[in-house]
Nanobody
Framework: QVQLVESGGGLVRPGGSLRLSCRSS????????MAWVRQAPGKQREMVAR?????PANYTDSAKGRFTMSRDTTTLYLQMDGLKPEDTAVYFC?????????WGQGIQVTVSS
């Protein structure tokens, strides 16, 4: 069974940057889609970035121009620049293969001065 391990979260000041990583136990071949989703306290989960196969990723309006999703052979990344307090949330990666969907464990990102 595929396992995903997230890393790279933490506490950062407003305007700072973080890069989240989502490392897969198997190579990222044959994916249908990949995404980063976040959930802030008391709020519903929100899609931050989603990509289908090799097509360019789509971003939620608040992330456009600041966040960039990318991948290599085994890892999905989310580069986050110009972070704002409203970006504070637990971030989850989600990979979907033809055989099913797998989620990362979630990682906390806190933006605060």
């Amino acid at each position: 069974q595929v396992q995903l391990v997230e890393s790279g979260g933490g506490l950062v000041r407003p305007g700072g940057s973080l890069r989240l990583s989502c490392r897969s136990s198997t190579k990222l071949f044959g994916l249908r889609s990949m995404a980063w989703v976040r959930q802030a306290p008391g709020k519903q989960r929100e899609m931050v970035a989603r990509g289908f196969n090799s097509q360019p990723a789509n971003y939620t309006d608040s992330a456009k121009g600041r966040f960039t999703m990318s991948r290599d052979t085994t890892t999905l990344y989310l580069q986050m620049d110009g972070l704002k307090p409203e970006d504070t949330a637990v971030y989850f990666c989600n990979l979907i293969w033809p055989g099913g969907s797998v989620w990362g464990q979630g990682i906390q990102v806190t933006v605060s001065s």
